[in-house]
């Protein structure tokens, strides 16, 4: 089973930057999509970004395209979103969650394990 770990939230000014991370054993070396998700206070889940780790097409939410980019680093089974231009709407609960399976879209349902998640806070 797989059980990821978010790292690397927190709070920034607008226009700043960040990068969370989430840890998860054998996550790189199986064939798994990662995604990225997160939960603005009082909304609900939303997509951000999704990566197949076995390689291929990663996808964003359009909210998100141009300033976010998800990465993976095999040999430490984790995988990044990178956040830059950071906007106050931005701020949210941000998670990280796997599935056993190619990518489904950005659709938090169709994923399988979830990590705690990371507080990111964007002040304007």
């Known amino acids: 089973q797989v059980q990821p770990v978010e790292s690397g939230g927190g709070s920034v000014q607008a226009g700043g930057s960040l990068r969370l991370s989430c840890v998860a054993s054998r996550l790189t070396y199986s064939r798994y999509c990662v995604g990225w998700f997160r939960q603005p206070p009082g909304k609900e889940r939303e997509g951000v970004a999704t990566?197949?780790?076995?390689?291929?097409?990663?996808e964003y939410a359009d909210s998100v395209k141009g300033r976010f980019s998800i990465s993976q680093d095999y040999a430490k089974n984790t995988v990044y979103l990178q956040m830059n231009s950071l906007k106050p709407e931005d701020t949210a609960m941000y998670y990280c969650?796997?599935?056993?399976?190619?990518?489904?879209?950005?659709?938090?349902?169709?994923?399988?394990?979830w990590g705690q998640g990371t507080q990111v806070t964007v002040s304007s």
């Open positions: 990566l197949p780790t076995s390689g291929g097409f990663n």
């Open positions: 969650a796997a599935v056993a399976s190619s990518c489904p879209g950005l659709v938090p349902g169709r994923f399988q394990y």
